[in-house]
């Protein structure tokens, strides 16, 4: 069964520091999505992509952030300038074409910022 | 007002007990309601998708949906050790856009 894959598994980083996480969709997915998880938290959406372009962002989505679709699979979150704030698993999903509304997601990157 | 609202639980019941899980909402724009399985350190799980009010069902899971009320639920039937796990609920206005998540409710079900 296709599965959204996510690089790398860890990443540990200083603050200050760029951090480019990794995130390959379910082929012929259309949505690309960027949500995180602080720990003991709830899951936070913070950016949709759809056709080459953000779709839609949170407040959480400021300028340190940015996305990619620098190929045909693979999806990019990219942290500019690392803050302790931003330590927290990182969930990449993706969802197909069409009515139907399920988000897959990976098993997503865990942040740590020293 | 929080946008989504989940009881986080614990709930603890004994396997082959029924369960069930809330969330409500507030803003009645949501029209798709999901309810996805966390296991510790994991990505969410699809477990069952609606967007109608009323009930679905996939083999022992229901999930139900009552529009009038901002109300879901998910049922578990026959629960199992392995259904341990946390248990989010997921909303959305339209298709693509973003989901809201509940905080998840941690369920353990003891052999």
């Known amino acids: 069964e296709p599965e959204v894959t996510q690089t790398p598994s860890h990443q540990v980083t200083q603050m200050g520091q760029e951090v480019i996480l990794r995130c390959v969709p379910i082929s012929n997915h259309l949505y690309f999505y960027w949500y995180r998880q602080i720990l003991g938290q709830k899951v936070e959406f913070l950016v949709s992509f759809y056709n080459n372009e953000i779709s839609e962002k949170s407040e959480i989505f400021d300028d340190q952030f940015s996305v990619e679709r620098p190929d045909g699979s693979n999806f990019t979150l990219k942290i500019r300038s690392t803050k302790l704030e931003d330590s927290a698993m990182y969930f990449c999903a993706s969802k197909p074409a069409g009515a139907y509304n399920e988000q897959f997601f990976g098993p997503g990157t865990r942040l740590t910022v020293l | 007002q929080k946008e989504v609202e989940q009881d986080p639980g614990p709930l603890s019941v004994p396997e082959g007990a029924i369960v069930s899980l809330n969330c409500t909402y507030s803003?009645?724009?949501?029209?798709?309601f999901m309810w996805y399985r966390q296991y510790s350190r994991k990505g969410p799980e699809l477990l069952m998708y609606t967007y109608s009010s009323g009930n679905k069902e996939d083999g022992r899971f229901t999930a139900q949906v009552d529009k009038s009320s901002k109300y879901i639920s998910l049922f578990i039937r026959d629960s199992q050790p392995s259904d341990s796990a946390t248990y989010l609920c997921a909303l959305t206005r339209n298709t693509g856009n973003q989901f809201y998540f509940g905080t998840g409710t941690s369920l353990t079900v003891i052999p």
């Open positions: 803003n009645s724009a949501f029209q798709y």
